[in-house]
């Protein structure tokens, strides 16, 4: 009898069925003991891989933010010495594969998004990985990027500002802040992107504490919230007046 194959094993990693998804789970920890930074790149490829289904791709980004973070913090704490101690050419191609998915994903919210940040958490504090904000602005300011791929940055930047130390960001407060003001102005066409923008936006506020001491950015900043309360979009005003 042939062995299942990985997106056979992600899929049963989210059946109703209890003894599939044990099964399953217990192949992939195997897997992940035998060989942690193959399964890593694996997972990253199915993510990306837009001709897989969603269902397996939802269930690869699932599996890689369980092997990137934890909701336990010594257990994160972990997660990211184990990642550190990878080979950085896995790791360069598990961050590209994870920039990549951004914008292709059909489900809510952006698993890649998620990955993304988790992988600038670990990276960041530790001096690895500078360039991530810079890739993740040129998808906000290019006229070509998708609806889509502007949403799902702007996910990726504010779980960014979420999920990392204020202290490892600022060199890229500017750029972090160009990026959201650049979604959530009056002339960007997508409410989509404007909400976005504005969810990440809450999630930087201690990381932008400094532009709002500016008497000039602050009156900038305030004018791009003023004008984002007369979005016809009601979603989006809740979230800058809540």
């Known amino acids: 009898m042939a062995s299942p194959s990985l997106d056979q ?7 109703p069925d209890k003894d599939q ?13 035998n060989d942690l930074p193959e399964l890593l790149v694996s997972l990253a490829t199915v993510l990306a891989d837009v001709g897989r289904s969603a269902v397996s791709r939802a269930a690869a980004g699932l599996q890689l933010k369980n092997y990137l973070t934890s909701k336990n913090p ?13 080979d950085s050419g896995v790791r360069d191609k598990v961050k590209s ?5 951004l914008g292709t994903e ?13 992988l600038a958490a670990a990276e960041l504090p ?3 990985w500078p360039e991530v904000t810079t890739l ?5 300011t290019n006229v070509q990027s998708s609806v889509a791929l502007k949403q799902a940055t702007l996910d990726a930047i504010g779980y960014i500002c979420e999920e990392t130390d204020a202290r490892f960001l600022g060199p890229h407060t500017n750029q972090i802040l160009t990026a959201i003001i650049q979604g959530m102005r009056k002339e960007e066409p997508s409410n989509r992107v404007r909400l976005a923008a504005t969810k990440a936006l809450l999630n930087a506020l201690e990381l932008t504490r400094a532009n709002f001491e500016n008497e000039t950015e602050r009156h900038f900043i305030m004018q ?4 984002a309360t007369q979005c016809e979009d009601t979603e989006v005003c809740y979230c800058v007046v809540m």
């Open 97 to 101: 594969l994870a920039l990549m998915t």
């Open 21 to 33: 998804r044990q099964e399953a789970e217990k192949y992939l920890e195997l897997h992940a003991q």
């Open 106 to 118: 059909a489900s809510q919210p952006s698993a890649a998004a998620q990955c993304v940040a988790y």
């Open 9 to 15: 094993i992600l899929e049963a990693t989210i059946s």
């Open 136 to 140: 993740l602005v040129n998808n906000i």
């Open 224 to 227: 791009v919230l003023c004008e």
């Open 74 to 86: 010594e257990t994160k704490r972990q997660c990211v010495i184990r990642w550190l101690q990878i």
């Open 126 to 128: 530790n001096q690895q």
